[in-house]
């Protein structure tokens, strides 16, 4: 791997919120052709794991020793982002049109490529802010997108997260807090109890050794979005201002799509993972199957575990360089 750069910057969102954008470049074999990156995490999590691997080289790091430049982004009340007066009532409305639409134009403003739209990576719920971004925003910058393990539509959904979210109103009153130091107590407990673990991770190929690390990556829930996307649980489309997410989806995105599936993901699963790919009507519109009957993939494992540089990191980022050049040839034809 050769030598990577990385640089910190706020973002101010105009509502109370330096947003933390971590910039990961290899000078030596950076394509300034090519459009920037920027990966979105998810739901109580922050952009942490993206640079972290237990074992082997992070996301960000293979992406970056692959030629592109990387951008991770922390929504407000995420990781490295920070208060300025801002509040924590907020929903997926803010995040998506407001928090990545300031992160996109801040990424277009510092970055070292040529580009004028940046390719989004959405992991998880990380994806849905991407697909609102692409779909909702006015005037998107959005090139290619990679939907890791996100729903656009909700269908079935593991029975504990349904009975978690069966009440709208009362996961909207529970506040959350200590939730990292649980995760770094729990985890190595857990894998005593691989069943418990496997709708999230698999312990047999992930290290678990540095727990107090992977749980760097873990965020207090919110509760305002916790109801938001309980009500989005009983609707199964998501509605931002009235206006139906995967109608304007299907209307509105036009630019290449790679759909991530893990095939043993308890968190989010599999009709939901490929609800933006069915429902794609893009002209390039790729799915990624991941895992196998001998080795099922769930969620945490596309970033954290042994297979996830051969499996994941490589075959995303060849899809990317593809897409870039094909734009590079169809603008000099």
């Known amino acids: 791997m050769t030598d990577i750069e990385i640089q910190r910057h706020l973002a101010p969102n105009g ?20 459009r920037p990156l920027a990966i979105v995490p998810g739901f109580g999590m922050n952009a942490f794991i993206f640079g972290y691997h237990p074992r082997g080289r992070s996301m960000e790091a293979y992406l970056a020793d692959a030629g592109f430049e990387v951008w991770s982004v922390d929504m407000r009340n995420q990781g490295q982002s920070v208060c300025d007066g801002g509040t924590r009532r907020y929903g997926l ?13 801040h990424i277009l403003a510092h970055t070292r490529t040529t580009a004028t739209a940046v390719d989004l990576v959405g992991c998880s719920l990380g994806a849905t802010l991407c697909f609102i971004q692409a779909a909702l925003a006015r005037r998107p910058r959005v090139g290619a997108l990679v939907c890791m393990g996100g729903p656009l539509h909700l269908g079935t959904m593991h029975p504990l997260i349904r009975a978690a979210l069966v009440s709208p109103r009362l996961i909207g009153l529970l506040p959350f807090r200590g939730t990292r130091r649980l995760a770094e107590v729990a985890l190595p407990l857990l894998t005593h109890v691989p069943w418990l673990l496997n709708v999230y991770l698999h312990p047999h190929i992930v290290d678990l050794s540095k727990a107090a690390e992977l749980a760097k990556t873990v965020e207090d829930p919110n509760r305002f979005l916790n109801r938001e996307l309980a009500e989005w649980v009983g609707t199964k ?19 290449p799509l790679l759909s991530v599936v893990a095939n043993g993901d308890g968190i989010v699963p599999r009709d939901a993972a490929l609800s933006a790919y069915e429902h794609g009507r893009m002209a390039v519109n790729e799915l990624l199957a991941v895992g196998t009957d001998a080795v099922p993939i769930a969620h945490a494992d596309l970033f954290i575990s042994d297979y996830a540089e051969e499996w994941l990191f490589k075959p995303m980022s060849e899809w990317l360089r593809t897409q870039n050049a094909a734009r590079a040839t169809a603008s000099t034809g």
């Open 237 to 255: 489309d998501l509605f931002i201002d009235g206006r139906n997410l995967t109608e304007e989806f299907e209307r509105r995105v036009t630019g």
């Open 15 to 34: 509502q109370g919120w330096l947003l933390g954008l971590k910039q990961t470049v290899a000078p030596g074999r950076l394509d300034p052709t090519r």
């Open 93 to 105: 409305k803010e995040l998506g049109l407001l928090d990545l639409g300031v992160a996109v134009d």
